[in-house]
């Protein structure tokens, strides 16, 4: 069973101290200890060559000491409690992010507690009967996850609420890889043997509960953490190869914090071994994860750079052997100039029009701009957008996020074909090749009719495509040259999106698609004297739709009245 962290918790600070110390022990786990030792060897000449690159690196401000809420510090005697209770000798250890944030000075809400001699299920059940004991109240929830190796969950861990927190407990590891798989054989570790297997130094981290004090085992998680570097505890080639996945959480911890990846991981990275690896050894639902979280994260533009730079780009985005135009040189380096624009427009004009799920989208739609002609053929021969592969395919991402994106692009030509109309001062509209016949629609209403159809099309990603469109528009500029240049003038596109959206909703169309036809399927039925519905019955469900858009405050008698006066005329032409 799978329980749900509820992240909406507020918590008050407290003054407890956590005092930062260093512990250095002897490790003997799958031949590393002479990985460590030449980690150790390595280290005086890293730190020198950390010292010579300390001007390209920020200084991050990390605290002293570790702040505990009023609710982590009433957690953390709950757990030291029970040990008490039961006259266990087990260290318990707070693990990886939640150290992290809190040394940066974020409020986390992710713990996940490390026991160095027992499973995470038989601590929670002793925290459980800990309670039951005292008098208290068993947890509100508990559960187990159990291993899932296929998304990165190599150990058994157990869940359980505490003063209204989900806390994951298991137990300190060490690991062994296989030569083909990225998937390996855990057994009960050190501390120092947990920290070196992590994938970044500044995830090596560890709060040791019982002496209240911060634990960096491996000598460089907050020097790391100070000079802004995102570095492997141990040689980053050997590190990705076990698990290539860890190329992806570097870049996305990158990014993230605006850290600077090592020079050492970066040359590992681009290694056609790691690349082959990655490729090989990671399910693409683990890919698509990681570039989903760059993608909705704070710095979405620096993670696929990032990506581009270490030349994993189509090794992320993968593409069917055959596409349809091919693919050209350097569309790598366009998609990541789309996206850059997309997101400074974005905060140009500032968030508030969008949400999570549209924002995130937008930047998807311009990522995947130079692709939206591209397509491939599937086993029966048909003509697939590319999109749809990349994201069902490549990410196994949500079909309905293929969907959302392909529709997109497919109505930026009818949007681009729209604005002059839109912005020009008497609104008048010009040939339209996807007009079709507009019957019996004024003049002064044809702008209000084609763009309330285009906006049932797209419904609430309209504003994406608007986005999107602006940063086409206008349609003979040379975009890509454009784009790459950086030569995008986007405040002037800024100040299109508003002007745009503003005649929109001056046009009365925000939540257009919700409006109910005047005239049902069976009425259209009836005034046709059909006895089944067909081509023809939609047809006229465009049309009573455009009437309804061209007539607003008209009432469904004027537009059924309407529908047989144009019916009858027809008839008698024919």
């Known amino acids: 069973m799978r329980l749900l962290v509820s992240a909406a918790i507020k918590l008050k600070p407290s003054l407890l101290l956590a005092t930062p110390t260093n512990t250095n022990k002897t490790v003997s786990f799958r031949n590393v200890s002479a990985q460590l030792l030449q980690t150790r060897n390595l280290g005086f000449s890293r730190r020198r060559a950390s010292l010579s690159t300390m001007a390209e690196t920020t200084a991050v401000q990390v605290k002293e000491k570790i702040d505990l809420t009023d609710t982590e510090k009433k957690i953390f005697d709950t757990l030291l409690n029970t040990l008490r209770h039961f006259n266990l000798n087990t260290e318990l250890r707070v693990a990886g992010g939640w150290v992290r944030d809190k040394l940066l000075g974020k409020e986390c809400y992710d713990i996940d507690i490390a026991l160095d001699n027992m499973l995470g299920s038989e601590f929670a059940d002793k925290v459980t009967k800990y309670l039951l004991d005292t008098g208290g109240k068993p947890p509100a929830g508990f559960g187990i996850i159990p291993s899932n190796p296929d998304q990165s969950k190599h150990l058994e861990t157990a869940r359980m609420m505490l003063f209204e927190l989900w806390i994951d407990f298991v137990n300190l590891r060490c690991e062994d890889y296989s030569e083909n798989s990225r998937i390996p054989t855990m057994k009960f570790g050190t501390a120092e043997e947990d920290a070196y297997r992590r994938d970044l130094t500044i995830n090596s981290l560890f709060y040791n509960i019982n002496t209240n004090s911060v634990e960096d085992l491996t ?228 702008l209000r009719v084609l763009t309330g159809l285009l906006l049932r099309e797209i419904k609430d990603f309209w504003r994406v495509a608007l986005l999107i469109s602006t940063l086409l528009n206008p349609t003979d500029l040379n975009c890509t040259q454009e784009i790459l240049s950086k030569n995008f003038q986007l405040d002037k596109r800024r100040d299109l999106f508003t002007e745009v959206e503003n005649a929109i909703l001056k046009l009365g169309l925000e939540k257009v698609w919700d409006v109910k036809p005047l005239v049902n399927g069976k009425e259209i039925m009836n005034v046709l004297q059909l006895k089944s519905g067909g081509p023809l019955v939609r047809e006229w469900q465009q049309k009573l739709l455009a009437w309804q858009l061209a007539h607003p405050s008209g009432t469904a008698e004027e537009c059924f009245d309407w529908m047989k006066e144009t019916h009858h005329k027809r008839i008698r032409l024919e």
């Open 219 to 446: 000598g460089r998680g907050i020097e790391d953490l100070k000079s802004g570097k995102v570095v492997t505890p141990l040689p980053p080639k050997a590190t990705f190869l076990d698990d290539p996945l860890r190329v992806l959480r570097a870049i996305r911890f990158g990014s993230r914090f605006a850290f600077i990846l090592d020079e050492e991981l970066k040359k590992a990275a681009t290694s056609n071994e790691v690349k082959t690896a990655l490729a090989a050894k990671i399910s693409r639902e683990r890919v698509g994860t990681e570039i989903d979280l760059m993608i909705s994260g704070n710095q979405p533009v620096k993670a696929m750079t990032y990506i581009c730079d270490l030349t994993l780009f189509w090794i992320v985005f993968n593409l069917p052997p055959k596409c349809e135009p091919a693919v050209s040189e350097g569309c790598d380096r366009l998609s990541v100039a789309y996206l850059d624009a997309a997101w400074n427009l974005i905060q140009l004009i500032g968030c508030s029009p969008f949400n999570d799920e549209q924002r995130k989208l937008s930047l998807y739609a311009a990522l995947f701009l130079p692709f939206r002609m591209t397509t491939y053929k599937d086993n029966k021969g048909k003509e697939i957008p590319i999109i749809n592969y990349i994201f069902r395919d490549s990410l196994k991402r949500k079909a309905s996020d293929a969907e959302t994106v392909i529709n997109i692009h497919r109505v930026l030509k009818k949007f681009l074909s729209l604005i002059p109309s839109l912005v020009s001062a008497d609104n008048e509209v010009s040939e339209i090749d996807w007009a079709g016949e507009l019957v019996d629609v004024p003049a002064p209403s044809k």
